[in-house]
């Protein structure tokens, strides 16, 4: 079982002119193979997955507050990991997920 052939993460943010409180976010994070066994019979294929969110800032009751939608993993892929002795299991957090969060800074 060794190291990932190769690792990718890029993430950006973007905030439209003239959009006050309003952003975005889009993720990509790519995970090369890897062997799943001592002796390389086995591989991990490799998998990327897509993220993005939007998030809106207001005040409410007079608080800092924020309303944050997101989807990772919007191409739904899968992974493995290799526990040991050739035992494999899927990832956690492995497929689509989505997120809505209220947050609401009390002081």
Do not use: C
């Amino acid at each position: 079982m060794g190291l990932r052939s190769r690792k990718f993460i890029f993430d950006a943010n973007w905030q439209p002119p003239g959009s006050k409180g309003l952003s975005f976010d889009v993720g990509v994070n790519h995970f090369g193979s890897v062997a799943a066994t001592l002796d390389d019979i086995a591989v991990i294929p490799a998998w990327t997955t897509f993220d993005w969110d939007a998030r809106y800032q207001f005040r409410m009751g007079g608080q800092n507050a924020s309303l944050k939608l997101a989807v990772m993993n919007m191409a739904n892929a899968r992974s493995f990991n290799a526990f040991e002795a050739g035992t494999f299991g899927v990832s956690f957090n492995s497929g689509r997920r989505i997120d809505l969060r209220l947050i609401v800074d009390v002081a």
